[in-house]
């Protein structure tokens, strides 16, 4: 049959097949595994994308809510902060307001100064002379009033002797917020 040399060539020839069908079959097992990964990483990439899209479409849901919640008193917040050119509707308001109640008020402003919130700062200092009720009914008023503005102190005081339920002062010092 065969005799050592062909024995020999074709066992060769055989290990050559077995090494040549191994050796492509890592090479494409590494192509595939490459492949693989590559696949993986698209699929990781498209599941954050996906996240991030839902998170953006969940804060634009928000803001819409947000805004029709808003809706025709967005005028009305733009207004609450006047330039600080035009303060004068809020010292109209002021007057108006102790006018309202009692011959006794007078209204002062400080020089306006920029705040760390990036809004103007105007001080004032409102006096109002008049009985409990009339102070009390000037306090809502003021409180009512459509403009952005904080109060940091209130001070009542009695009048010549008397009780602060008879006619007293009121002192309110505060700041209005302009832009």
Do not use: C
């Amino acid at each position: 049959m065969f005799d050592k040399k062909q024995l020999f060539i074709h066992i060769s020839l055989l290990i050559f097949k077995v090494a040549v069908v191994a050796g492509l079959s890592a090479a494409g097992i590494l192509a595939l595994s490459r492949n693989t990964s590559s696949i993986a990483d698209s699929i990781v990439e498209g599941r954050t994308l996906a996240f991030t899209i839902e998170k953006r479409a969940e804060t634009v849901r928000n803001l819409k809510d947000q805004l029709s919640r808003i809706g025709d008193k967005e005028e009305k917040l733009v207004n609450a902060i006047p330039p600080i050119e035009n303060i004068l509707g809020f010292v109209r308001a002021m007057k108006d307001a102790g006018r309202a109640y009692s011959d006794q008020y007078a209204v002062s402003f400080g020089a306006p100064q920029k705040g760390d919130s990036g809004f103007f700062e105007v001080p004032y200092d409102a006096r109002f002379g008049g009985t409990v009720s009339d102070i009390t009914a000037y306090i809502r008023r003021v409180e009512s009033l459509p403009f952005f503005s904080s109060i940091e102190s209130i001070e009542v005081r009695a009048r010549e002797g008397g009780s602060w339920k008879n006619a007293s002062t009121l002192i309110i010092t505060g700041k209005l917020y302009a832009r």
